[in-house]
């Protein structure tokens, strides 16, 4: 049998999440290991990519909920095989503490998902707390770790404007001057991360992961 390359995983990645095919999604991660494929690049560029234009369809009214929760779950099949053979950090010390979920009202959370564990392996302590969030969980779960970066996920802009209450509860909890917010998700922009003042926004699970380990240090 032919080895697969990484340009055919990609492609294949966006049709089986796109076809809601939670068989086959499990079965191409298994392949592109076996073909020695790099697992990180697969979720990122291949995916991720059909998770984000499934999320577009949704939000077109092009997909409907149930086979949008389905596509995820497709991803989530890849996501566990794929996960197991990402590279252990070599960080002896951690980079700090992140409090990371999807916003109260979202099911969006396979690019959350992702980059929480980037950031694990990447040397961060993560809490990751789920998807659909509440507001004073985010609070309640920062005060607890003393984490010192908060991200959050927002798929759909109904819900985004969860991102800016989260600001909002985290001053009034008296925290936000101990933390460094970040948000992502298909809906946020670096236009909306200024406009509520959060500190970090990032495209891409990768840029997530390099924009955090400079938040941390700064």
């Known amino acids: 049998m032919a080895t697969l390359t990484m340009k055919e995983a990609k492609q294949k990645a966006i049709d089986i999440v796109l076809a809601i095919d939670e068989e086959g999604s499990a079965a191409l991660a298994q392949e592109a290991l076996d073909s020695g494929l790099d697992p990180v690049e697969l979720l990122q560029?291949?995916?991720?990519?059909?998770?984000?234009?499934?999320?577009e369809l949704f939000e077109a009214e092009e997909?409907?909920?149930?086979?949008?929760?389905?596509?995820?779950?497709?991803?989530?099949?890849?996501f566990d095989i794929l996960e197991k053979a990402i590279p252990e950090g070599q960080e002896t010390e951690s980079l700090g503490t992140v409090v990371i979920g999807t916003i109260e009202g979202d099911v969006h959370d396979i690019g959350k998902t992702i980059v929480g564990t980037l950031l694990g392996v990447s040397g961060f302590d993560v809490h990751d707390?789920?998807?659909?969030?509440?507001?004073?969980?985010?609070?309640?779960?920062?005060?607890?770790?003393?984490?010192?970066?908060?991200?959050?996920?927002?798929?759909?802009?109904?819900?985004?404007?969860?991102?800016?209450?989260?600001?909002?509860?985290?001053a009034e909890a008296g925290l936000r001057d101990k933390v460094k917010t970040m948000v992502g998700g298909a809906a946020a922009t670096q236009h909306w991360a200024d406009k509520i003042g959060a500190d970090v926004y990032a495209e891409s699970a990768t840029?997530?992961?390099?924009?955090?380990?400079?938040?941390?240090?700064?």
């Open 45 to 55: 560029e291949g995916f991720t990519v059909g998770m984000r234009r499934a999320g």
């Open 63 to 78: 997909m409907s909920l149930p086979e949008m929760i389905i596509a995820a779950d497709a991803m989530l099949a890849a």
């Open 129 to 170: 707390l789920g998807r659909d969030v509440a507001i004073s969980e985010f609070v309640r779960v920062v005060k607890e770790t003393g984490a010192n970066l908060v991200g959050s996920s927002a798929l759909m802009t109904t819900t985004m404007v969860g991102q800016q209450k989260l600001e909002d509860a985290l």
């Open 207 to 218: 840029e997530a992961v390099q924009r955090a380990k400079e938040a941390a240090s700064a």
